[in-house]
């Protein structure tokens, strides 16, 4: 390792030893968020539009880990720079650390649940061992010293700004030629030793600090059973018989008409959902609302409860995409939840137009208010497949509301309603996608996929389609290109707010097939076969597929 890779060396090992700190403090105690992840998270929700779109249109739920891991990369790298750097000049780096922990803190207070006192100090004294570490390392093995000329030679290029700070590098030079002169120089093998001895030991604390704030391992939390209602009985909770077998058909391939917890899409901006102390958690109802109140979550399981089938989609899914997914949720109907503040369909105004749900951690989704009001199955949902609501799909509380797409609706962790007029954006309106979301009718082909080769005779050709809140009506699917259209079977709907099975059982003979769906929805119209992305407004297009008939 020649001078400025192991000076590279040892600043990354100052940001591992300074990340491993951090973590296991926020391991310890959650009130000091994760600082890489705080940083992460700002790059999302920073980057107008650009990043934040095109991750979730490209990467699908991928985008978190390759955030992280870039992230994570990027401040080694920096520190590693900054290592080189301090070669030449120690103040420089010092002042990029000094940057470094702005931004840290920067990130860390923008956080929505946080301890402000430890988390400064978790920062700052992070930062300080990461940079005296590294500034040792450098110093123990004499990396300065060994062309004190060139270190002579730039201070012109070291200095910041003013005379006076132009003087403290070429001092700090002098001192570590004097330092240097005393001849302490760690030989290429102890700093190796130490370096990486150092590495592990920030790494084994950040794994630690993973470990014990539970990252990652969120999904698998088991939710438990929802306890409705206190004093209403049961003539208050209305509750849905078991769906009926004939709205399911059973092909090999085919999505279950009800999707499970753990396979359902997941669509968010936060790199770690919060966790929610539902005994402390309300809902606030305000803004141009007549009577704003605030509900616990025990008002609401004491409220007229019931259970809806709703499929809900996100907008950013591909044509034959995974972003869908359907569920019996549990909750009260937004309407009653807007009636006890005072609201009615009829007195909505030009200042209560608009719906906004807001989340804990600050995401917003909008909409018009007199969707909740219209008789749709809005739900201030908390149940979800006959459990709680899981942590990742918005415990406690959340929004589902069928037939508009979920980023403009369905907002997690939800915390507080607010009616307020069009004028407002929500999140993901102030990063390009368009305002109102009105879910666009699909169909998916899933139980033959692109570039199978079947045997010749007979194939079924199934999938679900959807349309909610106006329901399937007829499904269709080509197996020469579009040439001709073979109606499907469809099972029985569900509820017009949930996709639809179908299945068309294809006669194949030898060759190569290009196979298309598409779908008609309870009023008449059938899906447009123009393919578009998925932003600004959702994806259209007929799910097409090849395959090779043996
Ligand atoms: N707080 C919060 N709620 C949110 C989002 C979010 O990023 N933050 N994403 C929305 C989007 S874009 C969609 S498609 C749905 C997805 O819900 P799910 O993850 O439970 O499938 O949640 C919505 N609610
Ligand atoms: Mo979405």
Redesign the pocket.
Same mark, same amino acid.
């Given at each position: 390792m020649n001078r400025k890779m192991r000076a590279f060396a040892a600043g990354a090992v100052g940001a591992i030893l300074a990340f491993g700190l951090a973590e296991l403090v926020h391991g310890i105690y959650d009130l000091v968020p994760s600082v890489f992840l705080a940083i992460a998270q700002r790059i999302i929700e920073l980057t107008p539009g650009g990043f934040a779109t095109q991750a979730i249109e490209t990467l699908g739920t991928a985008d978190i880990p390759v955030l992280i891991a870039s992230t994570v990369v990027g401040s080694l790298v920096v520190a590693g720079l900054l290592g080189v750097l301090s070669l030449r000049s120690r103040l420089a780096a010092l002042l990029g650390v000094v940057g470094l922990g702005a931004i840290a803190l920067v990130a860390a207070f923008t956080e929505p649940f946080i301890a402000p006192i430890p988390a400064i100090l978790t920062i700052l004294g992070a930062l300080g061992l990461g940079a005296w570490f590294a500034d040792y390392l450098v110093r123990m093995s004499d990396l300065r010293a060994e062309t004190p000329a060139k270190g002579e030679a730039a201070p012109a290029q070291d200095a910041p700004g003013a005379g006076e700070t132009r003087d403290a590098p070429i001092m700090n030079v002098r001192h570590r030629e004097a330092h240097s002169t005393r001849g302490i120089a760690v030989p290429r093998k102890n700093f190796l030793a130490l370096g990486g001895a150092a590495a592990v030991v920030g790494l084994t604390a950040a794994g630690t600090g993973r470990a014990l704030s539970g990252g990652g391992g969120e999904e698998t939390a088991a939710a438990g059973p929802i306890q409705v209602g206190g004093k209403g009985g049961a003539a208050l909770h209305e509750t849905l018989p078991p769906p009926p077998a004939a709205a399911s058909i059973d092909v090999p391939g085919m999505p279950p008409l009800m999707t499970p917890n753990d396979e359902? *899409?997941?669509?968010?901006?936060?790199l770690s959902s919060p966790r929610i102390n539902v005994d402390r958690w309300k809902l606030n109802v305000k803004g141009a609302v007549e009577n704003p109140v605030s509900f616990t979550y025990k008002d609401l399981l004491d409220m007229p409860t019931r259970e809806s089938d709703v499929t809900?989609s996100?907008v950013s899914n591909e044509v034959g995409g995974g972003l869908v @997914?359907n569920a019996r949720w549990t909750g009260v109907l937004l309407s009653d939840v807007l009636k006890e503040a005072g609201v009615s369909r009829e007195n909505i105004g030009r200042a209560s137009e608009q719906l906004i749900g807001r @989340?804990a951690?600050g =995401?917003t989704?909008g909409f018009k208010t007199e969707i909740a009001l219209d008789g749709r199955d809005a739900l201030v949902a908390f149940g979800m497949n006959d459990s709680e609501l899981p942590v990742k799909?918005?415990y406690p509380v959340r929004l589902v509301v069928p037939g508009i *797409?979920? *980023?403009v609706s369905?907002?997690? =962790?939800l915390t507080e309603i607010e009616l307020t007029d069009w004028d407002y954006d929500a999140y993901w309106i102030q990063r390009t996608w368009t305002k109102e979301g009105p879910v666009k009718t699909q169909s998916r082909i899933d139980t033959v996929k692109d570039g199978d080769r079947p045997q010749a005779g007979r194939i079924p050709i199934g999938g679900v389609a959807w349309a909610p809140h106006k329901g399937i009506d007829k499904v269709e699917v080509s197996t020469d290109d579009g040439e001709t259209w073979n109606e499907a079977r469809l099972a029985a709907q569900l509820d017009p707010d949930t996709w639809r099975q179908y299945v068309y059982d294809w006669d194949a003979e030898p060759g190569e097939h290009t196979i298309k769906v598409r779908a008609t929805d309870g009023e008449g119209e059938t899906q447009t076969e123009e393919p578009t992305p998925p932003h600004p407004s959702g994806a259209t297009g007929y799910h097409t597929i090849r395959v090779t008939v043996a």
């Open positions: 359902f *899409y997941l669509i968010d901006t936060v809900l996100c @997914s @989340s951690d =995401w989704g799909h918005g *797409y979920g *980023y369905a907002t997690k =962790w």
